[in-house]
Protein backbone atom coordinates (compact mmCIF):
# COMPACT_ATOMS: atom_id res chain seq x y z
CA UNK A 1 0.00 0.00 0.00
CA UNK A 2 1.32 3.52 -1.20
CA UNK A 3 -0.17 5.64 1.71
CA UNK A 4 1.78 8.52 0.78
CA UNK A 5 0.42 8.54 -3.26
CA UNK A 6 -2.47 10.02 -1.25
CA UNK A 7 -1.35 13.00 -0.12
CA UNK A 8 -3.33 15.36 -2.80
CA UNK A 9 -6.30 13.99 -2.10
CA UNK A 10 -5.81 14.18 1.81
CA UNK A 11 -4.82 17.81 1.53
CA UNK A 12 -7.85 18.35 0.01
CA UNK A 13 -10.12 16.65 2.94
CA UNK A 14 -8.15 18.72 5.10
CA UNK A 15 -8.88 22.08 3.09
CA UNK A 16 -12.85 20.72 3.59
CA UNK A 17 -12.47 20.64 7.14
CA UNK A 18 -11.29 23.93 7.37
CA UNK A 19 -14.34 24.83 5.29
CA UNK A 20 -16.33 23.82 8.01
CA UNK A 21 -16.55 27.50 9.48
CA UNK A 22 -15.13 27.29 13.23
CA UNK A 23 -15.33 23.62 13.47
CA UNK A 24 -11.40 23.47 14.32
CA UNK A 25 -11.35 25.91 17.09
CA UNK A 26 -8.91 24.99 19.79
CA UNK A 27 -10.32 22.91 22.97
CA UNK A 28 -9.62 24.42 26.50
CA UNK A 29 -7.71 22.50 28.85
CA UNK A 30 -9.46 20.85 31.16
CA UNK A 31 -9.80 21.98 34.81
CA UNK A 32 -8.91 18.83 36.26
CA UNK A 33 -7.24 15.63 34.91
CA UNK A 34 -10.19 13.49 36.03
CA UNK A 35 -12.96 15.59 34.85
CA UNK A 36 -15.60 15.46 32.84
CA UNK A 37 -13.91 16.89 29.88
CA UNK A 38 -15.09 20.17 27.74
CA UNK A 39 -14.96 17.81 24.52
CA UNK A 40 -16.05 20.05 21.57
CA UNK A 41 -19.72 18.65 19.22
CA UNK A 42 -18.44 21.22 16.27
CA UNK A 43 -15.16 19.41 15.88
CA UNK A 44 -16.89 15.78 16.03
CA UNK A 45 -18.90 16.92 13.63
CA UNK A 46 -15.98 18.13 11.50
CA UNK A 47 -14.35 14.60 11.43
CA UNK A 48 -17.52 13.04 10.56
CA UNK A 49 -18.10 15.01 7.66
CA UNK A 50 -14.55 14.42 6.34
CA UNK A 51 -14.46 10.87 7.11
CA UNK A 52 -17.90 10.27 5.35
CA UNK A 53 -17.67 12.37 2.61
CA UNK A 54 -18.29 10.83 -1.18
CA UNK A 55 -14.72 11.77 -1.59
CA UNK A 56 -13.65 8.86 1.20
CA UNK A 57 -15.70 6.01 -1.35
CA UNK A 58 -17.15 4.17 1.62
CA UNK A 59 -13.42 3.99 3.00
CA UNK A 60 -13.25 -0.13 2.22
CA UNK A 61 -10.33 -2.23 3.05
CA UNK A 62 -7.64 -2.15 0.80
CA UNK A 63 -9.16 0.24 -1.79
CA UNK A 64 -7.84 4.32 -2.07
CA UNK A 65 -10.66 5.55 0.04
CA UNK A 66 -9.46 3.63 2.84
CA UNK A 67 -6.06 4.87 2.87
CA UNK A 68 -6.92 8.28 2.51
CA UNK A 69 -9.08 8.08 5.72
CA UNK A 70 -6.14 6.29 7.45
CA UNK A 71 -3.62 9.10 6.34
CA UNK A 72 -6.16 11.05 7.70
CA UNK A 73 -6.43 9.97 11.41
CA UNK A 74 -2.29 9.47 11.08
CA UNK A 75 -2.49 13.13 10.64
CA UNK A 76 -4.73 13.94 13.54
CA UNK A 77 -3.04 11.57 15.88
CA UNK A 78 0.48 13.27 14.82
CA UNK A 79 -0.86 16.95 15.37
CA UNK A 80 -2.23 15.86 18.71
CA UNK A 81 1.66 14.76 19.69
CA UNK A 82 0.95 11.11 20.24
CA UNK A 83 3.90 9.13 19.35
CA UNK A 84 4.20 6.64 16.27
CA UNK A 85 3.02 3.24 17.05
CA UNK A 86 2.98 1.05 14.11
CA UNK A 87 5.38 -1.60 13.21
CA UNK A 88 7.67 0.79 12.08
CA UNK A 89 7.47 3.67 14.69
CA UNK A 90 10.45 5.75 13.92
CA UNK A 91 9.87 6.07 10.19
CA UNK A 92 9.81 9.49 8.64
CA UNK A 93 6.24 11.53 8.18
CA UNK A 94 3.39 9.42 8.92
CA UNK A 95 4.11 6.27 8.13
CA UNK A 96 5.20 5.54 11.77
CA UNK A 97 1.90 5.19 12.73
CA UNK A 98 0.77 2.33 10.15
CA UNK A 99 0.99 -1.49 11.13
CA UNK A 100 0.51 -3.40 7.77
CA UNK A 101 -2.15 -5.64 7.47
CA UNK A 102 -1.79 -7.89 3.61
CA UNK A 103 -5.33 -8.74 3.03
CA UNK A 104 -6.91 -11.72 0.94
CA UNK A 105 -9.71 -11.72 -0.19
CA UNK A 106 -12.10 -14.57 -1.68
CA UNK A 107 -15.25 -14.32 -3.86
CA UNK A 108 -17.07 -17.46 -4.84
CA UNK A 109 -17.34 -18.52 -8.58
CA UNK A 110 -21.33 -19.32 -9.62
CA UNK A 111 -19.93 -21.64 -12.62
CA UNK A 112 -17.75 -23.55 -9.65
CA UNK A 113 -20.88 -24.09 -7.33
CA UNK A 114 -21.83 -27.41 -6.97
CA UNK A 115 -24.64 -29.41 -4.94
CA UNK A 116 -25.53 -33.04 -5.57
CA UNK A 117 -27.53 -35.20 -3.08
CA UNK A 118 -27.07 -39.16 -4.11
CA UNK A 119 -29.93 -41.31 -1.94
CA UNK A 120 -29.67 -44.61 -1.03
CA UNK A 121 -30.78 -46.15 -4.11
CA UNK A 122 -28.65 -44.35 -6.39
CA UNK A 123 -31.32 -41.76 -7.03
CA UNK A 124 -28.72 -38.22 -8.08
CA UNK A 125 -30.99 -35.20 -6.99
CA UNK A 126 -29.15 -32.03 -8.13
CA UNK A 127 -29.66 -29.04 -5.99
CA UNK A 128 -29.32 -25.32 -8.30
CA UNK A 129 -27.09 -22.87 -7.24
CA UNK A 130 -28.00 -19.69 -5.95
CA UNK A 131 -31.90 -20.52 -5.79
CA UNK A 132 -31.71 -23.94 -3.63
CA UNK A 133 -27.69 -23.66 -1.79
CA UNK A 134 -25.09 -21.26 -1.83
CA UNK A 135 -21.77 -22.39 -1.24
CA UNK A 136 -19.19 -20.69 1.30
CA UNK A 137 -15.67 -19.11 -0.36
CA UNK A 138 -12.30 -21.10 0.35
CA UNK A 139 -9.29 -18.89 1.67
CA UNK A 140 -6.71 -21.40 0.75
CA UNK A 141 -8.22 -23.54 -2.21
CA UNK A 142 -9.25 -22.02 -5.23
CA UNK A 143 -11.30 -25.33 -6.55
CA UNK A 144 -12.70 -27.95 -3.97
CA UNK A 145 -14.67 -30.95 -4.55
CA UNK A 146 -15.75 -33.61 -2.01
CA UNK A 147 -18.62 -36.44 -2.23
CA UNK A 148 -18.98 -37.52 1.80
CA UNK A 149 -21.95 -38.97 3.60
CA UNK A 150 -24.14 -36.49 5.39
CA UNK A 151 -24.81 -36.49 9.49
CA UNK A 152 -27.33 -34.28 10.60
CA UNK A 153 -26.10 -32.98 14.07
CA UNK A 154 -28.22 -30.70 15.61
CA UNK A 155 -27.27 -26.93 16.26
CA UNK A 156 -23.66 -28.36 16.00
CA UNK A 157 -22.81 -27.49 19.77
CA UNK A 158 -20.68 -29.23 22.60
CA UNK A 159 -21.49 -26.88 25.59
CA UNK A 160 -19.92 -29.32 28.78
CA UNK A 161 -21.08 -26.63 31.11
CA UNK A 162 -24.75 -26.80 29.96
CA UNK A 163 -24.92 -31.01 29.63
CA UNK A 164 -25.22 -30.11 25.81
CA UNK A 165 -23.61 -32.16 23.16
CA UNK A 166 -25.34 -32.51 19.84
CA UNK A 167 -22.11 -34.95 18.76
CA UNK A 168 -23.00 -37.21 21.31
CA UNK A 169 -22.78 -40.63 19.84
CA UNK A 170 -22.20 -39.26 16.21
CA UNK A 171 -19.86 -40.36 14.06
CA UNK A 172 -18.43 -37.01 12.02
CA UNK A 173 -15.20 -37.99 10.66
CA UNK A 174 -14.58 -37.96 6.89
CA UNK A 175 -18.50 -36.62 6.80
CA UNK A 176 -20.38 -33.28 6.45
CA UNK A 177 -22.22 -32.00 9.17
CA UNK A 178 -25.58 -31.12 8.48
CA UNK A 179 -26.57 -28.24 11.28
CA UNK A 180 -29.31 -25.88 12.23
CA UNK A 181 -28.34 -22.44 11.99
CA UNK A 182 -28.72 -20.43 15.54
CA UNK A 183 -28.91 -21.98 19.11
CA UNK A 184 -31.22 -22.94 21.12
CA UNK A 185 -33.53 -20.68 22.43
CA UNK A 186 -33.17 -19.80 26.47
CA UNK A 187 -29.42 -19.99 26.23
CA UNK A 188 -27.86 -16.49 27.52
CA UNK A 189 -27.37 -14.28 24.19
CA UNK A 190 -23.32 -13.71 24.83
CA UNK A 191 -22.78 -17.59 25.65
CA UNK A 192 -25.14 -18.16 22.55
CA UNK A 193 -23.27 -15.94 20.25
CA UNK A 194 -19.47 -17.56 21.44
CA UNK A 195 -21.00 -21.12 20.45
CA UNK A 196 -22.67 -19.98 17.42
CA UNK A 197 -19.34 -18.79 16.18
CA UNK A 198 -17.14 -21.85 16.91
CA UNK A 199 -19.31 -24.28 15.41
CA UNK A 200 -16.82 -24.86 12.50
CA UNK A 201 -13.99 -25.46 14.81
CA UNK A 202 -15.81 -27.51 16.79
CA UNK A 203 -16.91 -29.50 13.54
CA UNK A 204 -13.26 -29.78 12.82
CA UNK A 205 -12.18 -31.64 16.18
CA UNK A 206 -14.37 -33.95 15.45
CA UNK A 207 -12.91 -34.70 11.94
CA UNK A 208 -15.97 -33.75 9.88
CA UNK A 209 -15.19 -32.20 6.11
CA UNK A 210 -17.64 -29.73 5.40
CA UNK A 211 -20.32 -28.08 7.18
CA UNK A 212 -24.31 -27.59 5.18
CA UNK A 213 -26.63 -25.35 7.26
CA UNK A 214 -30.44 -25.69 7.58
CA UNK A 215 -32.45 -22.91 8.75
CA UNK A 216 -34.55 -23.12 11.80
CA UNK A 217 -38.26 -20.97 11.41
CA UNK A 218 -36.48 -18.55 14.01
CA UNK A 219 -33.64 -17.28 12.00
CA UNK A 220 -35.83 -17.79 8.38
CA UNK A 221 -37.61 -15.08 9.74
CA UNK A 222 -35.06 -13.05 10.84
CA UNK A 223 -32.76 -13.81 7.92
CA UNK A 224 -34.46 -14.82 5.45
CA UNK A 225 -32.42 -17.48 2.38
CA UNK A 226 -33.49 -14.90 -0.25
CA UNK A 227 -31.76 -12.13 1.76
CA UNK A 228 -28.20 -13.74 1.40
CA UNK A 229 -28.75 -14.01 -2.57
CA UNK A 230 -28.02 -9.94 -2.11
CA UNK A 231 -24.57 -10.56 -1.22
CA UNK A 232 -23.39 -13.26 -3.13
CA UNK A 233 -20.93 -10.89 -4.78
CA UNK A 234 -19.59 -9.76 -2.07
CA UNK A 235 -15.83 -10.02 -1.39
CA UNK A 236 -14.71 -12.17 1.86
CA UNK A 237 -11.35 -11.22 3.84
CA UNK A 238 -8.70 -12.20 6.26
CA UNK A 239 -5.21 -11.72 6.94
CA UNK A 240 -1.77 -12.63 5.81
CA UNK A 241 0.36 -14.02 8.30
CA UNK A 242 4.70 -13.83 8.19
CA UNK A 243 4.29 -17.21 6.93
CA UNK A 244 2.39 -16.07 3.64
CA UNK A 245 -1.02 -17.93 4.49
CA UNK A 246 -3.87 -16.68 4.93
CA UNK A 247 -5.20 -17.31 8.83
CA UNK A 248 -8.05 -19.56 8.74
CA UNK A 249 -9.92 -20.96 12.16
CA UNK A 250 -11.43 -24.30 11.30
CA UNK A 251 -8.88 -25.29 7.98
CA UNK A 252 -9.87 -28.92 8.15
CA UNK A 253 -13.88 -27.83 7.16
CA UNK A 254 -13.16 -27.17 3.33
CA UNK A 255 -16.66 -26.79 2.21
CA UNK A 256 -19.63 -25.21 3.29
CA UNK A 257 -22.92 -24.55 2.09
CA UNK A 258 -26.10 -23.02 3.04
CA UNK A 259 -30.44 -24.15 1.94
CA UNK A 260 -32.89 -22.54 1.75
CA UNK A 261 -35.70 -24.28 3.48
CA UNK A 262 -37.48 -26.30 0.18
CA UNK A 263 -33.78 -27.85 -0.41
CA UNK A 264 -33.22 -28.23 3.53
CA UNK A 265 -36.05 -30.93 3.14
CA UNK A 266 -34.94 -33.20 0.48
CA UNK A 267 -31.81 -33.57 3.19
CA UNK A 268 -33.81 -35.48 5.26
CA UNK A 269 -36.45 -37.23 3.01
CA UNK A 270 -35.98 -41.30 4.72
CA UNK A 271 -34.43 -40.02 7.52
CA UNK A 272 -35.43 -41.10 10.77
CA UNK A 273 -37.21 -37.24 11.34
CA UNK A 274 -38.00 -35.37 8.52
CA UNK A 275 -37.17 -31.45 8.03
CA UNK A 276 -40.80 -30.05 9.39
CA UNK A 277 -40.13 -32.95 12.26
CA UNK A 278 -37.04 -30.88 13.65
CA UNK A 279 -37.85 -27.94 12.83
CA UNK A 280 -41.22 -28.66 15.09
CA UNK A 281 -39.08 -29.59 17.91
CA UNK A 282 -37.03 -26.52 17.72
CA UNK A 283 -40.24 -24.48 17.51
CA UNK A 284 -41.42 -26.40 21.06
CA UNK A 285 -37.93 -24.68 23.05
CA UNK A 286 -36.39 -28.61 22.81
CA UNK A 287 -32.64 -27.99 24.84
CA UNK A 288 -31.29 -31.09 25.17
CA UNK A 289 -29.48 -33.38 22.82
CA UNK A 290 -32.01 -35.95 23.52
CA UNK A 291 -34.69 -33.94 22.85
CA UNK A 292 -33.69 -33.46 18.98
CA UNK A 293 -30.70 -35.64 18.59
CA UNK A 294 -28.82 -35.85 15.71
CA UNK A 295 -28.36 -38.95 13.26
CA UNK A 296 -26.91 -40.02 9.70
CA UNK A 297 -28.79 -39.08 6.89
CA UNK A 298 -29.69 -41.70 4.28
CA UNK A 299 -27.88 -39.45 1.61
CA UNK A 300 -24.02 -38.67 0.26
CA UNK A 301 -23.33 -35.11 -1.36
CA UNK A 302 -20.82 -33.86 -3.35
CA UNK A 303 -20.10 -30.58 -2.73
CA UNK A 304 -18.18 -28.52 -4.60
CA UNK A 305 -16.66 -24.88 -4.77
CA UNK A 306 -14.55 -22.41 -7.12
CA UNK A 307 -12.87 -19.07 -5.67
CA UNK A 308 -10.89 -16.26 -6.75
CA UNK A 309 -8.29 -14.84 -4.61
CA UNK A 310 -6.13 -11.80 -4.19
CA UNK A 311 -4.33 -10.12 -2.16
CA UNK A 312 -4.38 -6.15 -0.96
CA UNK A 313 -2.66 -4.19 1.51
CA UNK A 314 -4.23 -1.96 4.45
CA UNK A 315 -3.41 -1.13 7.66
CA UNK A 316 -4.73 -0.23 10.86
CA UNK A 317 -3.36 3.12 12.70
CA UNK A 318 -1.84 2.88 15.93
CA UNK A 319 -0.87 5.60 18.25
CA UNK A 320 0.69 6.29 22.06
CA UNK A 321 -0.67 9.05 25.04
CA UNK A 322 2.57 7.62 26.96
CA UNK A 323 1.83 7.45 30.82
CA UNK A 324 3.45 9.07 33.63
CA UNK A 325 4.38 6.22 36.12
CA UNK A 326 7.44 4.39 35.99
CA UNK A 327 6.39 1.04 36.75
CA UNK A 328 3.11 1.60 34.93
CA UNK A 329 3.42 3.41 31.42
CA UNK A 330 4.85 -0.18 29.72
CA UNK A 331 1.00 -1.32 30.31
CA UNK A 332 -1.27 0.04 27.63
CA UNK A 333 -4.71 0.52 28.00
CA UNK A 334 -6.07 0.06 23.97
CA UNK A 335 -9.08 2.09 22.43
CA UNK A 336 -10.21 0.63 19.49
CA UNK A 337 -12.68 2.33 16.29
CA UNK A 338 -12.96 0.60 12.80
CA UNK A 339 -12.10 2.46 10.69
CA UNK A 340 -13.58 0.96 7.40
CA UNK A 341 -16.39 0.99 5.81
CA UNK A 342 -18.65 -1.00 3.08
CA UNK A 343 -16.86 1.21 -0.15
CA UNK A 344 -18.74 1.05 -3.48
CA UNK A 345 -21.83 -1.25 -3.88
CA UNK A 346 -25.00 -2.20 -4.96
CA UNK A 347 -26.68 1.09 -6.21
CA UNK A 348 -30.06 1.61 -4.01
CA UNK A 349 -31.99 4.90 -5.64
CA UNK A 350 -29.43 6.17 -7.22
CA UNK A 351 -26.73 5.85 -4.86
CA UNK A 352 -23.83 3.47 -3.86
CA UNK A 353 -21.67 4.86 -2.10
CA UNK A 354 -22.24 3.57 1.10
CA UNK A 355 -20.87 6.59 3.31
CA UNK A 356 -20.77 4.87 6.80
CA UNK A 357 -21.45 8.26 8.78
CA UNK A 358 -22.92 6.12 11.88
CA UNK A 359 -20.75 3.13 11.16
CA UNK A 360 -18.41 4.00 12.20
CA UNK A 361 -16.96 7.57 10.88
CA UNK A 362 -18.62 8.59 14.70
CA UNK A 363 -16.95 6.13 16.25
CA UNK A 364 -13.31 7.22 14.81
CA UNK A 365 -14.52 11.03 15.47
CA UNK A 366 -15.11 9.99 19.33
CA UNK A 367 -11.19 8.20 19.15
CA UNK A 368 -9.66 11.00 17.85
CA UNK A 369 -11.48 13.30 20.30
CA UNK A 370 -11.18 11.15 23.47
CA UNK A 371 -7.34 11.58 22.34
CA UNK A 372 -7.42 15.11 22.21
CA UNK A 373 -9.19 14.99 25.90
CA UNK A 374 -6.22 13.07 27.59
CA UNK A 375 -4.02 15.62 25.85
CA UNK A 376 -5.13 18.83 26.75
CA UNK A 377 -6.32 17.59 30.37
CA UNK A 378 -3.19 18.74 31.84
CA UNK A 379 -1.88 15.60 33.10
CA UNK A 380 -0.73 12.29 31.62
CA UNK A 381 -2.59 8.77 32.81
CA UNK A 382 -0.11 6.37 35.05
CA UNK A 383 -0.86 3.56 32.58
CA UNK A 384 -0.02 4.50 28.45
CA UNK A 385 -3.36 4.75 26.31
CA UNK A 386 -3.16 3.23 22.80
CA UNK A 387 -5.83 4.73 19.90
CA UNK A 388 -6.10 1.77 17.68
CA UNK A 389 -8.41 2.77 13.99
CA UNK A 390 -8.48 -0.80 12.32
CA UNK A 391 -9.18 -2.15 8.96
CA UNK A 392 -11.26 -4.26 7.47
CA UNK A 393 -13.88 -4.69 10.50
CA UNK A 394 -16.74 -5.34 8.05
CA UNK A 395 -14.58 -7.65 6.74
CA UNK A 396 -15.15 -10.11 10.03
CA UNK A 397 -13.19 -8.01 12.50
CA UNK A 398 -10.24 -9.29 10.65
CA UNK A 399 -7.52 -5.67 11.07
CA UNK A 400 -8.51 -6.04 15.46
CA UNK A 401 -7.99 -9.78 15.27
CA UNK A 402 -4.49 -9.72 13.34
CA UNK A 403 -3.64 -6.84 15.91
CA UNK A 404 -5.03 -8.48 18.99
CA UNK A 405 -3.17 -11.68 17.88
CA UNK A 406 0.31 -9.54 16.46
CA UNK A 407 0.27 -6.36 18.64
CA UNK A 408 2.73 -3.69 18.41
CA UNK A 409 3.47 -3.72 22.18
CA UNK A 410 4.20 -6.36 24.17
CA UNK A 411 1.23 -8.50 24.34
CA UNK A 412 0.82 -8.98 27.72
CA UNK A 413 0.76 -5.81 28.48
CA UNK A 414 -2.55 -4.87 27.33
CA UNK A 415 -4.57 -4.45 29.68
CA UNK A 416 -8.40 -3.59 28.79
CA UNK A 417 -9.81 -2.61 25.53
CA UNK A 418 -12.32 -0.25 25.20
CA UNK A 419 -13.94 0.05 21.58
CA UNK A 420 -16.08 2.49 19.78
CA UNK A 421 -18.53 1.28 17.52
CA UNK A 422 -21.85 2.91 15.85
CA UNK A 423 -23.15 4.65 17.96
CA UNK A 424 -26.08 5.41 17.36
CA UNK A 425 -26.80 9.56 17.60
CA UNK A 426 -30.38 10.61 16.75
CA UNK A 427 -31.45 11.64 20.11
CA UNK A 428 -29.85 12.90 23.69
CA UNK A 429 -29.44 9.34 25.16
CA UNK A 430 -30.23 9.16 28.65
CA UNK A 431 -28.42 5.69 28.79
CA UNK A 432 -25.70 3.46 27.84
CA UNK A 433 -25.56 -0.43 27.32
CA UNK A 434 -22.25 -1.66 28.44
CA UNK A 435 -21.46 -4.74 25.96
CA UNK A 436 -18.77 -6.82 28.41
CA UNK A 437 -18.88 -4.91 31.17
CA UNK A 438 -20.34 -7.58 33.64
CA UNK A 439 -17.65 -10.00 32.49
CA UNK A 440 -14.71 -8.07 34.46
CA UNK A 441 -13.95 -5.61 36.84
CA UNK A 442 -14.28 -2.94 34.37
CA UNK A 443 -18.26 -3.48 35.43
CA UNK A 444 -16.93 -0.96 37.93
CA UNK A 445 -15.48 0.90 35.96
CA UNK A 446 -18.44 1.90 33.84
CA UNK A 447 -20.49 2.38 36.98
CA UNK A 448 -18.85 4.92 37.95
CA UNK A 449 -17.82 6.65 34.55
CA UNK A 450 -21.43 7.10 33.06
CA UNK A 451 -22.80 8.28 37.18
CA UNK A 452 -20.32 11.05 36.69
CA UNK A 453 -21.63 11.75 33.62
CA UNK A 454 -25.29 11.62 34.77
CA UNK A 455 -25.98 8.34 32.78
CA UNK A 456 -28.06 5.51 33.92
CA UNK A 457 -26.98 1.88 33.18
CA UNK A 458 -29.41 -0.41 31.13
CA UNK A 459 -29.18 -3.76 30.22
CA UNK A 460 -29.17 -5.31 26.64
CA UNK A 461 -32.51 -4.35 24.82
CA UNK A 462 -32.06 -6.39 21.37
CA UNK A 463 -30.34 -9.96 22.99
CA UNK A 464 -31.40 -11.33 19.48
CA UNK A 465 -28.36 -9.53 17.79
CA UNK A 466 -25.65 -10.88 19.63
CA UNK A 467 -23.83 -7.71 19.48
CA UNK A 468 -21.54 -8.41 21.62
CA UNK A 469 -19.41 -11.29 19.34
CA UNK A 470 -19.68 -8.68 16.37
CA UNK A 471 -17.39 -5.63 16.91
CA UNK A 472 -13.69 -5.58 17.20
CA UNK A 473 -13.30 -6.09 21.28
CA UNK A 474 -14.27 -9.53 20.93
CA UNK A 475 -10.92 -10.28 19.22
CA UNK A 476 -9.43 -8.57 22.26
CA UNK A 477 -11.54 -11.22 24.19
CA UNK A 478 -10.69 -14.03 22.63
CA UNK A 479 -6.79 -13.05 23.09
CA UNK A 480 -8.00 -12.89 27.28
CA UNK A 481 -8.43 -9.29 27.46
CA UNK A 482 -10.98 -7.77 29.55
CA UNK A 483 -12.79 -5.60 27.23
CA UNK A 484 -16.24 -3.14 26.78
CA UNK A 485 -18.41 -1.24 24.36
CA UNK A 486 -20.80 1.04 24.75
CA UNK A 487 -23.64 2.03 22.92
CA UNK A 488 -26.72 4.48 23.49
CA UNK A 489 -29.58 3.20 24.90
CA UNK A 490 -33.00 3.19 24.01
CA UNK A 491 -33.92 6.20 26.93
CA UNK A 492 -34.26 9.91 25.13
CA UNK A 493 -33.82 13.10 27.23
CA UNK A 494 -36.49 14.19 24.34
CA UNK A 495 -39.77 13.09 24.47
CA UNK A 496 -40.85 14.01 21.11
CA UNK A 497 -37.79 11.56 20.07
CA UNK A 498 -38.49 7.79 20.82
CA UNK A 499 -34.72 6.52 21.18
CA UNK A 500 -35.66 2.43 20.58
CA UNK A 501 -37.97 3.17 17.85
CA UNK A 502 -34.67 5.57 16.17
CA UNK A 503 -32.26 3.01 16.93
CA UNK A 504 -34.63 0.27 15.58
CA UNK A 505 -35.52 2.27 12.64
CA UNK A 506 -31.80 2.90 11.71
CA UNK A 507 -31.01 -0.89 11.91
CA UNK A 508 -34.03 -1.36 9.76
CA UNK A 509 -33.75 1.73 7.31
CA UNK A 510 -30.40 2.79 7.26
CA UNK A 511 -27.47 0.51 8.35
CA UNK A 512 -25.08 -0.72 5.54
CA UNK A 513 -26.79 1.08 3.53
CA UNK A 514 -25.76 4.26 1.23
CA UNK A 515 -28.14 6.20 3.03
CA UNK A 516 -25.85 6.09 6.30
CA UNK A 517 -24.25 9.19 4.97
CA UNK A 518 -24.30 12.87 6.23
CA UNK A 519 -28.11 13.62 5.46
CA UNK A 520 -29.16 12.07 8.68
CA UNK A 521 -29.95 14.50 11.48
CA UNK A 522 -26.67 13.14 13.47
CA UNK A 523 -26.92 14.62 16.96
CA UNK A 524 -23.14 15.43 17.66
CA UNK A 525 -24.33 17.01 21.35
CA UNK A 526 -25.09 13.40 22.24
CA UNK A 527 -21.79 12.32 20.78
CA UNK A 528 -19.96 14.55 22.99
CA UNK A 529 -21.70 12.89 25.62
CA UNK A 530 -21.10 9.37 24.94
CA UNK A 531 -17.25 10.77 24.30
CA UNK A 532 -16.78 11.94 27.75
CA UNK A 533 -18.05 8.75 29.00
CA UNK A 534 -15.57 6.14 27.17
CA UNK A 535 -12.83 9.04 27.83
CA UNK A 536 -13.94 8.72 31.42
CA UNK A 537 -13.73 5.08 31.28
CA UNK A 538 -10.26 4.55 29.64
CA UNK A 539 -8.72 7.46 32.19
CA UNK A 540 -9.96 5.02 35.24
CA UNK A 541 -8.68 2.29 33.67
CA UNK A 542 -5.51 3.98 32.93
CA UNK A 543 -4.87 5.41 36.37
CA UNK A 544 -6.08 2.24 38.69
CA UNK A 545 -3.58 0.64 40.71
CA UNK A 546 -4.48 -3.08 39.70
CA UNK A 547 -5.24 -3.93 35.80
CA UNK A 548 -8.69 -4.95 35.25
CA UNK A 549 -8.96 -8.95 35.68
CA UNK A 550 -12.03 -11.37 34.98
CA UNK A 551 -14.69 -12.29 37.88
CA UNK A 552 -13.87 -15.55 39.39
CA UNK A 553 -15.98 -18.27 37.54
CA UNK A 554 -16.92 -16.16 34.36
CA UNK A 555 -17.46 -17.89 31.04
CA UNK A 556 -15.37 -15.69 29.12
CA UNK A 557 -12.75 -15.46 31.39
CA UNK A 558 -12.03 -19.49 31.74
CA UNK A 559 -12.37 -20.00 27.74
CA UNK A 560 -10.39 -17.07 26.95
CA UNK A 561 -8.56 -15.47 30.35
CA UNK A 562 -4.58 -15.88 30.80
CA UNK A 563 -2.79 -16.50 33.64
CA UNK A 564 -2.32 -13.44 34.70
CA UNK A 565 -5.65 -12.19 34.38
CA UNK A 566 -7.37 -15.16 35.45
CA UNK A 567 -5.11 -15.91 38.74
CA UNK A 568 -5.64 -12.29 40.08
CA UNK A 569 -9.16 -12.41 39.72
CA UNK A 570 -9.49 -15.47 41.81
CA UNK A 571 -7.40 -13.67 44.28
CA UNK A 572 -9.61 -10.87 44.64
CA UNK A 573 -12.88 -12.60 44.43
CA UNK A 574 -12.93 -12.05 48.35
CA UNK A 575 -11.60 -8.45 47.83
CA UNK A 576 -14.28 -6.78 45.19
CA UNK A 577 -17.25 -9.23 46.94
CA UNK A 578 -19.15 -8.74 44.20
CA UNK A 579 -19.34 -5.39 43.64
CA UNK A 580 -18.27 -5.45 40.08
CA UNK A 581 -20.37 -8.28 39.23
CA UNK A 582 -23.37 -6.51 40.37
CA UNK A 583 -22.90 -3.44 38.43
CA UNK A 584 -21.74 -5.73 35.25
CA UNK A 585 -25.39 -7.20 35.68
CA UNK A 586 -27.00 -3.79 36.26
CA UNK A 587 -25.30 -2.68 33.16
CA UNK A 588 -26.17 -5.81 30.94
CA UNK A 589 -29.02 -8.11 31.64
CA UNK A 590 -29.02 -11.67 31.08
CA UNK A 591 -31.64 -13.31 28.82
Avoid: C
Avoid at 33 to 38: E, G, N, T, Y
Avoid at 149 to 155: D, S
Amino acid sequence: MNLGANLGAILKTRLLAAAVGGLLAALPLSAAADALPDLSAERLEAHVRILADDSMEGREAGHPGYDRAAEYVAGQFHALGLKPAGDRPKADGLAGFFQKVTLQGAKRVAEGAKLVLTRADGTAVPLSFPEEFITGVSMREAETQLSAPLVFAGFGLDAPERGHNDYAGLNVAGKIVVLLSGTPDGWDSEIAAYYGTTKAETAAKLGAVGIITVGTKESEERRPYKNALDYLDTESMTWVGADGLPFVRAPKIRVSASLSPEAAAKLFEGAPKSYAQVLKEVEKGAQTKDAIGGFALPVTAELAQKSTHRQLQSANVAAVWEGSDPALKDEYVVLTAHLDGLGLGKEVNGDNIYNGAMDNATGIATLIETARAFVESGERPKRSVLFLAVTAEEKGLVGADFYARTPTVAKDAIVANVNLDMPVLLYPFKDVVAFGAQHSTLGDVVARAAAKANITLSPDPMPGEAIFTRSDHYRFVQQGVPSVMLMPGFQSADPAKDGGKLWMGFLKNTYHRPNDDLSQPINYKAGKVFAQVNYLIARDIANAPQRPTWLPGNFFGEKFGTPLTVAKAEAKGAETGGKAGNAGSHSQGQK
